[in-house]
């Protein structure tokens, strides 16, 4: 399959296993074990996540085309997860030393603002749809290659 195909069918295919092949946009710096694909729209990005098997992703992904076999997920975002992220940065926030609290404010302020966007596009999924919070898919992957 490709990017946009799955993503176009992943909210019925929860579970089951796939080939997908996409453009690596990037691989996580922090942890290198999320990579990111993108199909022919490359607005849309898939994550996919390294399972067990496959440990750190292999930095000659990026800018390549690569296939990945694995199990489509689900990540669901809803009130619950988003109090807990809005929880998570006030601490940090409130923990900041005195030199970085300016800093940290205005972070916290911008991570608002994004936390409104996510509960308006929650509000507008629940009305169109009846469900009350929003769906992002990724794979887990046991394998990938690079072509």
């Known amino acids: 399959m490709t990017v946009d195909s799955l993503l176009a069918v992943a909210g019925d295919r929860i579970g089951d296993s796939v080939v997908v092949e996409g453009f690596c946009k990037t691989i996580c710096k922090k942890c290198g074990r999320k990579l990111f694909l993108t199909g ?3 607005t849309k990005t898939l994550r996919i996540e390294s399972g067990e098997s496959i440990g750190m992703f292999d930095a000659g ?3 390549a085309i690569v296939r990945v076999e694995g199990r489509i997920m689900e990540q ?7 109090q807990q992220w809005a929880d998570q940065a ?3 926030c409130e923990s900041a030393a005195a030199a970085e609290q300016e800093t940290a404010q205005a972070d916290f ?3 608002q603002t994004r936390l409104d966007k996510y509960r308006a596009r929650i509000a507008e999924r ?3 749809e009846g469900k009350n919070y929003l769906s992002v898919y990724y794979i887990e992957a046991d394998r990938y290659e690079i072509q």
Not at 76 to 82: A, G, K, T
């Open 40 to 42: 022919d729209d490359s």
């Open 61 to 63: 992904a990026v800018h």
């Open 76 to 82: 669901r975002i809803d009130e619950d997860y988003l």
């Open 90 to 92: 006030a601490e940090r």
């Open 109 to 111: 302020g911008r991570l």
């Open 126 to 128: 629940n009305k169109k």
